[in-house]
């Protein structure tokens, strides 16, 4: 099973600037909080949506379409999307895993706690403006290490050093083999695992992704985005732009130039010259 989890999917790191430590953070109680995101008051008393690094926790809380699709992604990473034959009854599942990620971050944040940010943004709608953070807990404890050793969350997501100074690699290492772990011991949403179908399920859903990609690929549009200042969905609407290399902008900006996106994993010279007429810079 050690081989299997190998394949992690997760964003390319793009080192940002240097993280401040915030600390004597509140957390401030949503109706719309995941595990992952969720609002909270600095002491200045100005209030920021963190979004984890590195942590993925379920989707709670579906209101579109683009919702739904990233829940059936989650669910078939997990492998319970079909939970004995029933979407309806992995749908449920999943949800509740969602819930009680959610609920575990309000306990663990119920003292104050402290972020650390560079402020990147990690918008995933053009709704929400997010930025991106590690937490540690007034018990000293990482945040998303937490739910992905719980097995309420997977190990996935914008990474970068951490505060304590371990590299993006060895963060992601370490956030794998929790995960691991959790899985080997069937908690959260990995006790709900159908192993035999999982290697299919993920394989499903590479192949739609891939599909995406290439129905992309065939449109066309008017329209230029700013990538200094669109959402993961914006950034997904250029033909070849995935949630992970659109990501991995967000992470990567401000970008000076339409021609700085060379320094994102992923996007060579070749790829450049595809995304020019769909991006520009503001």
Request: glycine share 6%; no cysteine.
């Amino acid at each position: 099973m050690r081989t299997f989890f190998l394949y992690l999917l997760f964003i390319p790191f793009l080192q940002a600037s240097e993280l401040q430590a915030i600390k004597n953070v509140r957390l401030i109680p949503t109706d719309w909080a995941d595990g992952d995101s969720f609002r909270v008051e600095f002491p200045d008393g100005s209030q920021h949506t963190i979004r984890l690094y590195g942590a993925d926790s379920i989707e709670w809380h579906i209101t579109n379409e683009s919702d739904a699709t990233r829940l059936r992604s989650q669910r078939r990473y997990f492998g319970i999307s079909s939970f004995r034959g029933s979407y309806a009854e992995s749908i449920r599942l999943a949800k509740t895993v969602a819930e009680a990620a959610s609920l575990r971050t309000v306990a663990m944040l119920s003292s104050p706690f402290t972020v650390h940010t560079s402020f990147a943004d990690g918008r995933g709608s053009a709704q929400y403006k997010r930025i991106y953070g590690f937490v540690t807990t007034s018990e000293g404890k990482d945040l998303a290490t937490v739910l992905v050793s719980e097995g309420l969350a997977r190990a996935y997501g914008v990474m970068r050093s951490t505060p304590d100074g371990q590299s993006h690699t060895d963060y992601l290492d370490l956030l794998k083999d929790t995960e691991l772990v959790a899985a080997g011991k069937a908690k959260g949403a990995w006790a709900y695992t159908d192993w035999d179908s999982l290697t299919e399920e993920r394989q499903k859903q590479r192949s739609e992704n891939q599909e995406e990609r290439v129905a992309l690929g065939t449109q066309t549009t008017t329209k230029s985005i700013n990538i200094n200042s669109a959402s993961r969905d914006e950034l997904m609407r250029i033909p070849g732009v995935g949630e992970v290399t659109a990501l991995a902008i967000i992470q990567a900006r401000p970008f000076d130039q339409v021609e700085d996106l060379t320094r994102v994993r992923g996007i060579g010279d070749k790829t450049l010259d595809k995304l020019r007429p769909w991006v520009k810079v503001k």
